[in-house]
Structure formats: structure tokens, C-alpha cells
């Protein structure tokens, strides 16, 4: 008898990087706009508990937050909101400080929303915060996907190196799925792919246990670095929908498709 609880649980994909500032959370957003678009139900999980921005990004000015549910204030299904875009959202908002560690209750929480939540949706994003803190990890360790964002900038690239380096002693993954954001043409995400994937064979390979399979980089988009995008987080609206047209706007959507062919 084939088992279909696989097909009706939602595929977690976690969004991260090593420097900040890169484009996570405009990526998180937009993606799931698209990716709702394509008729998937989508739930953006606002993960970086510290630092969290997402409401700002999407304009909602959230009365319950990640917080309320973490202190068993409200329920789980009173935290999520319906995003413009046509998705859900799960705030952190901005008093989560104390959350910006990994205590074993953000552990127990953390988790139990995500296994709660995915029988509901299609796709579960979390846009996790920078760099390879304990909270951050913990969070792409319960992803099934990770997606790593990166810019041309040489510090930006080593950043990813150290966080690719970390998925791949640490927590074993040998698929990395790569988005080069603020590109200034197109294939420039390909050669930075090839250099992250030179460093990666010639470093991180001989760090692995023998025989164990290498990791490989997967190249799922690029995005032009454009002045629309930052029009559209000062007037905190999705790209997808200010300037749908545009060429970032175009490339997130050619990520959802891959995503969800
Ligand atoms: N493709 C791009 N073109 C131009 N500006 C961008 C692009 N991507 C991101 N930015 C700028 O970078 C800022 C930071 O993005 P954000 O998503 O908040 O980063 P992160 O979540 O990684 O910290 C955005 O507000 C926007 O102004
Ligand atoms: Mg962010």
C-alpha cells in the first residue's frame, strides 16, 4: 500500500545566508507571493527570532506574535496571519530578544509548530537570520531544503562558504540550493556556483568521512540586483505585485517554478 502522509505534508525550505542584509526576507516574501500564485498553500515562518523583520517587509502590524505562542498566550492558529501576496505568516515581531537564543524551549517550540503547521500546507518557509548561531542552525536542521542566498561580494561569498561548510560537516546535507541576489547580469549567479563549488571540493570534501557522497551546489536562480526592489521594501509592498514585470520580479518567479514545477 503506497503511503500518501508524505504527499500532504509540506515541503520545509529554509532560507538563509551567511552575511546579512542580503535579500532574505525580500526573497522569503516574494517567493511565497509567487509560489502562491502557482496555487500552493504557503506558510513564511518568521525565524529570525532576534532580528525579525518580515512584518516590516509586508506591512502588517501583527497584535499576536511567535512570542504570544511561545508564552502559551494564544493558540497556534491565532498567531497566523494572511499576508498581501495571498499566503500565511507566523510573526516573530519585535520582542523576541530573549528568543535570539537557543534555549531548549525555543527548540521544543520551534519544532512543534513546524509539525503542527505542515500537514496544512503546501511549502513552509522559514527566513532564518544571517550567519551560523546555534538559533539558526536549529532552524535549517528542520528544513528538508535549504536554500543558501549570496551576493557577488567577495564577503558576502566567503560568508556563504562558512555556512555551506557548516551545513555540510554538521548536519550532513549534500544538496545546497543557491540564489545569487543583486547580480549585475545574468550569469554571474553560474560563476559564483562554480567558485563556491571549487572551494567547497577542494575544503570541505577532505573534511568528510571517506566514501561519504560530496556536497553539491545547486544553482535555482538569479536575481538582478534593481532599484525597483528597494522602492518596493520602502513602500512595504511585494515586488511580484508593485512591478511584476520587472526583471527580479521575473527571476523570483522562474524560482517558484522551480520549486514547484
Ligand atoms: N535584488 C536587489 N536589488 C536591489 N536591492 C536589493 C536587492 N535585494 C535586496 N536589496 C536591498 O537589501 C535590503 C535588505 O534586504 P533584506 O531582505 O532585509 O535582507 P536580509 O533579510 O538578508 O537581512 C532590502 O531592503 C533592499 O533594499
Ligand atoms: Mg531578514
Redesign the pocket.
Known amino acids: 500500500m503506497s503511503d500518501t502522509s508524505e504527499l500532504q505534508r509540506a515541503r520545509v525550505l529554509a532560507i538563509t545566508?551567511g552575511k546579512?542584509?542580503?535579500?532574505?526576507?525580500?526573497l522569503a516574501a516574494n517567493l511565497a507571493a509567487a509560489l502562491a500564485k502557482r496555487g500552493r498553500r504557503v506558510l513564511v515562518l518568521d525565524a529570525d527570532l532576534g532580528l525579525a523583520?518580515l512584518d516590516v517587509v509586508l506591512n502588517l502590524f501583527p497584535k499576536v506574535t511567535l512570542h504570544d505562542v511561545f508564552t502559551g498566550k494564544v493558540q497556534l492558529e491565532d498567531a497566523i496571519l494572511h499576508a498581501p501576496g495571498g499566503f500565511s505568516v507566523l510573526l516573530a515581531g519585535s520582542g523576541l530578544v530573549e528568543y535570539s537564543r537557543l534555549t531548549p524551549e525555543v527548540r521544543e517550540q520551534l519544532l512543534r509548530i513546524i509539525e503542527t503547521l505542515a500537514p496544512r500546507f503546501d511549502h513552509i518557509l522559514l527566513d532564518t537570520g544571517?550567519g551560523i548561531s546555534d538559533v539558526v542552525l536549529y532552524a535549517v536542521s528542520l528544513a528538508d531544503d535549504v536554500l543558501v542566498l549570496a551576493t557577488p561580494e567577495p564577503t558576502s561569498m566567503t560568508d556563504a562558504y562558512a555556512t555551506i561548510k557548516v551545513l555540510a560537516t554538521q548536519q550532513q546535507r549534500r544538496v545546497i540550493q543557491l540564489v545569487v541576489?543583486?547580480v549585475g547580469r545574468i550569469g554571474e549567479g553560474r560563476t559564483i556556483r562554480g567558485q563556491l563549488q571549487l572551494v567547497v571540493d577542494k575544503f570541505v570534501v577532505p573534511m568528510l568521512a571517506e566514501g561519504s557522497a560530496s556536497p553539491v551546489i545547486e544553482l535555482i536562480g538569479e536575481?538582478?540586483?534593481?532599484p525597483g526592489?528597494?522602492e518596493a521594501?520602502q513602500q512595504r509592498r511585494l515586488l511580484v505585485e508593485l512591478q511584476p514585470g520587472s526583471a527580479?520580479a521575473q527571476a523570483i518567479h522562474a524560482i517558484a517554478a522551480k520549486i514547484a514545477p
Open positions: 545566508s546579512g542584509g542580503v535579500g532574505k526576507t525580500f523583520n544571517a541576489n543583486q536575481v538582478p540586483l534593481d526592489v528597494r521594501v527580479p
